[in-house]
């Protein structure tokens, strides 16, 4: 199995949660991270002044915050591909938090 590599080059927020990111290869996504910003790690982000720190890491070239959240440069390159499953994923860590916490 070949894992692509890609690098984000730059973003612009178009709107809250959402970036346009444009990658090393020429090829730019709008992602609206809004449907996956839950549990632990990525629940964080539903505050828009935390969301808006995102910054681009220069060593693995992707986007990340403060709080330790970021995406493989794949995932977000891909990522009409990957919102399907990236969205039932964020619905299990909804549940894991909510086995862990009871509420």
Same mark, same amino acid.
């Given at each position: 199995m070949i894992h692509e590599i890609h690098r984000v080059?730059?973003?612009e927020k178009l709107a809250p949660f959402?970036?346009?990111v444009q990658f +090393?290869?020429? +090829?730019?996504q709008a992602i609206d991270f809004l449907p996956i910003l839950k549990g632990e790690l990525y629940g964080p982000l539903q505050n828009p002044t935390v969301f808006d720190q995102v910054r681009i890491d220069p060593e693995v070239h992707t986007l990340v915050w403060p709080n330790g959240a970021d995406?493989?440069?794949a995932i977000l390159h891909n990522w009409p591909q990957s919102i399907s499953s990236l969205k039932a994923l964020a619905e299990q860590w909804v549940s894991e938090d909510h086995?862990?916490?009871g509420t």
């Open positions: 080059i730059s973003f959402t970036l346009r +090393a290869d020429g +090829a730019t995406f493989d440069p086995d862990r916490t």
